[in-house]
């Protein structure tokens, strides 16, 4: 880049886009406009939403509506056209984009115990909206490629080959700086308290996803999206204690058996229908098939695409639908959407089903200074099955694709019709709510209602409690129903 069209470029976007932040009330440096804060979350909520789904439960979703919109109206930024949904996924997690638009996943929401801990972190979030977060992260990143004058990087060509940057658009302004994330706490508390409820609980809650960031992986989500700033649960509790320091506690609302009372009956963890995975194999219910998994690799599964990865990130395995009536039609769309080089093509047939087998290149471009990233190495399945055609794809770079080659054909190859009934109807694990009628320990309840002793610290965490928690009798309490 020319040196002096750099500076123009800086001392343009300095004296073109200074404003005033809601919350801070200082001016600052802004690259987006709220228009334009607005246009980008119309444009990525159909992504997110395609990519998790919606969890349909009008019950949840009016008050999740209800209090949001209470909340923004006493927020920095009430003008806002606020939208507040709840996604169809296991994993727990909160996070806003830009504009107003605030996800929580049926995860979190089956773990809160109380409204009070909703509206901690439904403030929390609403926090990053007001505050301009997600503008001032895009500010940085834009003048650090400004100065950088980088291209794209190889994980970048990765995620675009993979159709998984454009969906996951949305998610590109979930990790924030520890300043971000401590500014969004005090708004948490602030906002909360505002609409009545006690801020202590918010801190509560930060115990549980401690709990959980210690479950191997159960749901780290939100920790690792909201990086924790030192010891949250005391600063929040000293927040809170200071923002009702002239108010009567008795007057602020938990709202514990009410909340319960709304959750009964929401899945816990994965939804069976939407596709499991069980002893390194994924089965489908609903579209009736199956495939191997590779030992030790990680699989992520949305209504939009299956994902597969090793540790090392070396490699991706991505299985969709392919556009096209028939196996030839939609192997010509992938080869130009793609823009693949075909180095082989068969025609094939995997367990009985007429396929289409590929190995295919993808030639990465270098950018202005910097030596090309080697070559991706494809290989593609086609596999046709109850008119639909189902698309594998196997990529590395050419330098490593051997390495996994074999897991990506055996994967595929694996592609079979599901029979089995068992598999077939497994149903979901479902969180169900309970009155005890004695007082004793959390796990003395647990055992009552004949919840297997492997279940119990996840059980423990759900509630909030430790297993030696004395329970009084009369309290409601999270167990398990369903299959579990």
């Known amino acids: ?104 996943t049926r995860g979190i929401m089956g773990h809160f115990n109380n409204e009070a801990e909703f509206t901690g972190v439904l403030g929390h979030e609403i926090g990053h909206i007001t505050a301009k977060h997600a503008a001032r992260q895009q500010r940085d990143q834009i003048l650090a490629q400004i100065g950088l004058m980088g291209g794209m990087i190889f994980s970048e060509q990765f995620r675009k080959f993979a159709d998984v940057a454009q969906q996951g658009m949305g998610l590109l302004f979930l990790k924030f700086s520890r300043d971000h994330e401590s500014e969004s706490d005090k708004l948490g508390v602030e906002y909360s308290t505002k609409i009545g409820y006690d801020a202590h609980q918010m801190a509560g809650f930060f115990n549980t996803l401690k709990k959980l960031s210690g479950e191997g992986g159960a749901i780290p989500t939100f920790l690792s999206t909201h990086p924790d700033p030192g010891d949250r649960y005391n600063k929040v509790n000293m927040m809170a204690t200071d923002i009702q320091k002239n108010m009567d506690p008795a007057t602020l609302k938990i709202n514990r058996n009410n909340y319960l009372r709304m959750i009964d009956g929401i899945i816990h963890g994965e939804d069976p229908k939407q596709g499991y995975a069980e002893n390194n194999v994924f089965y489908h219910p609903e579209l009736k098939f199956q495939f191997n998994i590779p030992t030790a690799w990680k699989l992520v599964n949305s209504p939009a695409q299956i994902q597969m990865a090793p540790a ?78 189902y698309k594998f794809h196997g990529l590395s770079a050419s330098t490593d694709f051997n390495n996994y080659f074999t897991n990506f054909q055996a994967t595929m190859k694996s592609f079979k019709v599901l029979t089995d009934q068992a598999k077939i109807n497994k149903k979901p694990t479902l969180i169900k709510i309970v009155e005890t009628n004695k007082s004793a320990t959390l796990q003395q309840i647990l055992n009552d209602y004949s919840m297997p002793s492997a279940k119990h610290a996840e059980l423990a965490i759900l509630n909030g409690l430790e297993l030696n928690t004395m329970v009084e009798s009369g309290t409601l309490v999270k167990v398990f129903g369903g299959q579990y």
């Open 1 to 104: 880049m020319n040196t002096k069209i750099y500076f123009a470029l800086l001392t343009m976007l300095v004296v073109m886009s200074c404003a005033r932040n809601p919350v801070t009330g200082k001016k600052e440096l802004s690259l987006m406009s709220e228009s334009q804060e607005i246009a980008m979350g119309k444009d990525n909520d159909p992504a997110i939403v395609a990519q998790f789904g919606l969890y349909e439960n009008p019950t949840l979703q009016a008050f999740i509506t209800a209090k949001g919109k209470e909340m923004a109206a006493i927020s920095h930024r009430p003008n806002l056209p606020y939208e507040f949904k709840i996604l169809d996924s296991p994993i727990v997690n909160a996070f806003a984009v830009p504009g107003g638009y605030v996800y929580f």
């Open 312 to 389: 090392d990130g070396k490699a991706l395995m991505m299985m969709d639908l392919a556009q096209g009536a028939d196996l030839n039609t939609a192997k010509n769309a992938v080869i130009q959407e793609n823009k693949l080089n075909v180095l082989e093509s068969t025609n094939t047939t995997v367990n009985g089903l007429p396929a289409i087998a590929m190995l295919s290149e993808v030639v990465q471009e270098a950018q202005q200074g910097q030596q090309a990233s080697p070559p991706l190495k494809v290989l593609t399945y086609l596999i046709e099955y109850n008119k639909l055609i």
